[in-house]
């Protein structure tokens, strides 16, 4: 790692960038299964049957599959800050474009946007843990902020079935989602690539 330190647990949630990538697993998570859990009884009160609302799932989390080559790809040739960027705001579009849509094609192409983009922000992040803290205690690094994550998903499942419980929309839980992706971009942009050891 070019001397740039093997960082300990404890090291390494005194640095800034620890708590960035909490943050940004924490948002991530919150608006993917936002919209993993919430968009087929959505896509059901917006008219579509269920067998139509359920292949919009299905195509959302197909190609979440592509999307992590695809944009391993892209992240290798324009730098994993651009391309990790480049999807949160599709992603936060995405979103906004799904409070527009009812109707079946407008929701296919959201599911190409969000799920391509969601399967692909995730891979080039987690490869920048090693460089950033180093390697000898990756696992332990990686398990803490997978707590980020995993709060992130129960709060993003949870707010949006509340939100509709309240208001019989959908809608402003998908805002929060766009709201949640575009403060992971500017997460993402304020990370920086340390020179110095621990």
């Keep these: 790692h070019s001397g740039l330190g093997e960082f300990s647990l404890s090291q390494a949630v005194k640095t800034g960038n620890f708590w960035l990538l909490f943050s940004v697993w924490s948002f991530m998570a919150f608006s993917i299964l936002l919209v993993l859990t919430h968009i087929v009884p959505h896509a059901i009160d917006s008219g579509m049957t269920p067998i139509k609302a359920a292949s919009i799932l299905s195509l959302t989390s197909a190609l979440s599959i592509p999307g992590r080559v695809l944009i391993g790809k892209v992240s290798d040739s324009v730098g994993w800050k651009q391309a990790t960027i480049g999807c949160a705001l599709l992603m936060a579009g995405a979103l906004l474009l799904l409070t527009q849509t009812s109707d079946l094609p407008m ?12 399967g692909g922000i995730g891979p080039p992040i987690v490869a920048q843990f090693g460089d950033i803290f180093g390697l000898r205690h990756i696992g332990i690094i ?4 997978g707590v980020g994550w995993g709060a992130g998903a129960a709060f993003g499942s949870a707010l949006g079935g509340y939100i509709f419980d309240i208001g019989g929309s959908y809608l402003p839980a998908f805002l929060a989602g766009m709201a949640a992706m575009l403060i992971t971009a500017v997460l993402i942009l304020l990370m920086r690539t340390p020179t110095a050891h621990p």
């Design 107 to 118: 929701f296919y192409l959201f599911a190409v946007i969000f799920g391509l983009t969601y």
């Design 142 to 145: 990686m398990g803490v902020l």
